[in-house]
Antibody
Framework: QITLKESGPTLVKPTQSLTLTCSFS??????????VGWIRQPPGKALEWLAV???????RYSPSLGTRLAITKDTSKNQVVLTMTNMHPVDTATYYC??????????????WGQGTLVAVSS | DIQLTQSPSSLSASVGDRVTITCRAS??????LNWYQQKPGEAPKLLIY???SLHSGVPSRFSGSGSGTDFTLTISSLQPEDFATYYC??????????FGPGTSVDVK
């Protein structure tokens, strides 16, 4: 049974950095084909993919945010950490982490955390 | 960057209706297309991956079809628990993943 849970601050100030941790169980990101991604959703708006990291340390970022994002994995702790720098009020959103398997052909997000709402305000 | 569009943006339907949602990509994405369902206050759930493969545990009334640039999600007989927003997502082009704008299905 795969489960994921996001943790981090609920409020950050403009220009500060945000660090979110995804803690997961039911798989090991050191195993071939395993990955974890981050997706966010501003209130009332659509989903936006942010970043993903795979078992082989392949990391991909959304081009529109790429320079502000960093994703790392800690295999021993079963955690993936997302850091976003220079936060703005428009970055207020629910942030989700999700399991992303690679089945040899395609990739998708099959199990999601409950999400964590992050507000950016002074 | 590849663009995904969904139509309609919203629709009203009744229980038992057959519902069809379309997703169109600006360039070919072969069958690298996934569908998600999201209810208010909940995380999205994967319904369909690789255009037509049903995710484990998803009811068989959901089906996906298409390839290239045009894709369809069909709910054969709408159930009360199916009122939600549906998103398509591509996993072929950079950005590696991108989502469509969503289609809201509500009660007629």
């Amino acid at each position: 049974q795969i489960t994921l849970k996001e943790s981090g601050p609920t409020l950050v100030k403009p220009t500060q950095s945000l660090t979110l941790t995804c803690s997961f169980s039911g798989f090991s990101i050191s195993n071939s084909g395993e990955g974890v991604g981050w997706i966010r959703q501003p209130p009332g708006k659509a989903l936006e993919w942010l970043a993903v990291v795979y078992w082989d340390n392949d990391k991909r970022y959304s081009p529109s945010l790429g320079t502000r994002l960093a994703i790392t994995k800690d295999t021993s702790k079963n955690q993936v950490v997302l850091t976003m720098t220079n936060m703005h009020p428009v970055d207020t959103a629910t942030y989700y982490c999700a399991h992303s398997p690679y089945d040899g052909y395609t990739k998708y997000f099959d199990y999601w955390g409950q999400g964590t709402l992050v507000a950016v305000s002074s | 960057d590849i663009q995904l569009t969904q139509s309609p943006s919203s629709l009203s339907a009744s229980v038992g209706d057959r519902v069809t949602i379309t997703c169109r990509a600006s360039e070919t994405i072969y069958t690298y297309l996934n569908w998600y369902q999201q209810k208010p206050g909940e995380a999205p759930k994967l319904l369909i991956y690789a255009a037509s493969s049903l995710h484990s545990g998803v009811p068989s009334r959901f089906s996906g079809s298409g390839s290239g640039t045009d894709f369809t999600l069909t709910i054969s007989s709408l159930q009360p628990e199916d009122f939600a927003t549906y998103y398509c997502q591509q996993s072929y082009y950079t950005p590696l993943f991108s989502f469509g704008p969503g289609t809201s299905v509500d009660v007629k």
